[in-house]
């Protein structure tokens, strides 16, 4: 397969996923209602304006009528319960009730002033995975925020990309957590754990632009050895959403940062780095993800109902 094939081939989506099956005669047979959780509630972060895709929609209705159901049955035996004393207790048992997996670990860095897109990740993660744990990696000069912890460090902002992952590393996470982009919507519940399964890493792939020709001069700086050549094989790998086991398994990543040539310290250095490491795991120790669902591009996101929406360069505006 050439290059080019290679790139036009149809972005892998995820695996089909049964999560619920009525019997030919109209009995209920399974329900998963993990599922039915999480994309209620990614309807319910979607709001007025958001994207929402029939199967939200169903799951939402789903745990409205169960909702609504259980609070009748507790209405009806209260009634019971006033008619005689002596009636012994009732148990109610709600066979449908699954617990949610704990909340996650979420991890983002940045500096400067303006703190406005941050906050809006930070809001957008408390809505959709409440009780998340959330860390800010910044410099001591970089405003306060709320509702994160913060975690200072020594920040080059000349090379504020190589910086960020030697925060990561400072930070020493030991349990696993998804580190984000700051320019970031969380739109649905991160099941970390489920995502990374035994796994040590979880890297994103491209979905989208993979055949656009990548621009070798860029923010003054010569990148003329990839000039002309398809994205998707020059970088096929982001950096925007990395989940890691621990914070140790940054060590290996920024160690390969800080040995590129300064030009890639400064831009680019990252997706550098991922597409040279993944040729280096077994497939026992990465899982793969799809840019369309955990680092959607806005206008993709009808096509795709994508738990996180990136709105990266000039798309910050069409965040607010």
């Not at 320019?183 to 989208?208: C, E, H, P, Q, T």
Request: proline share 4%; charged share 25%.
């Amino acid at each position: 397969m050439s290059d080019k094939d290679y790139l036009k081939r149809d972005v892998v989506q995820q695996q089909e996923q049964t999560w619920c099956r009525v019997s030919d005669d109209g009995k209920l047979e399974y329900i998963d209602w993990l599922f039915v959780q999480q994309q209620a509630a990614a309807f319910d972060a979607a709001g007025n304006v958001g994207a929402r895709d029939h199967i939200m929609t169903t799951c939402k209705l789903l745990t409205v009528v169960r909702h609504q159901t259980i609070e009748k049955s507790i209405a009806i035996l209260a009634r019971f319960a006033d008619y005689n004393n002596d009636t012994p207790a009732v148990v109610m048992y709600d066979p449908t009730r699954v617990v949610l997996p704990p909340p996650s670990t979420f991890v983002f860095f940045h500096v400067g002033d303006d703190i406005s897109m941050p906050a809006q990740l930070v809001d957008s993660i408390q809505k959709t995975n409440p009780g998340a744990e959330i860390v800010m990696c910044t410099d001591a000069a970089t405003p306060a925020l709320e509702g994160v912890r913060r975690f200072e460090c020594e920040v080059d902002r000349e090379r504020l990309m190589v910086s960020r992952w030697g925060a990561y590393v400072a930070l020493n996470l030991d349990k696993p957590a998804v580190y984000l982009d700051t320019d970031m919507v969380v739109r649905g519940f991160i099941n970390v754990s489920a995502i990374l399964g035994d796994k040590r890493y979880v890297f994103l792939n491209r979905s989208f632009d993979r055949m656009v020709p990548f621009n070798g001069k860029q923010r003054g700086i010569d990148f003329s050895e990839n000039d002309q050549r398809p994205i998707g094989l020059v970088y096929p790998i982001l950096g925007c959403f990395i989940i890691t086991r621990s914070g140790a398994d940054w060590g290996v990543l920024h160690g390969r940062y800080v040995a590129l040539e300064d030009k890639y310290q400064r831009w680019y250095g990252d997706q550098e780095v991922l597409r040279d490491f993944l040729n280096t795991l077994k497939v026992q120790e990465f899982n793969l993800v799809e840019e369309a669902i955990f680092a959607c591009l806005p206008e993709h996101t009808n096509a795709n109902s994508p738990f996180i929406v990136h709105y990266k360069g000039n798309r910050k505006n069409a965040a607010n």
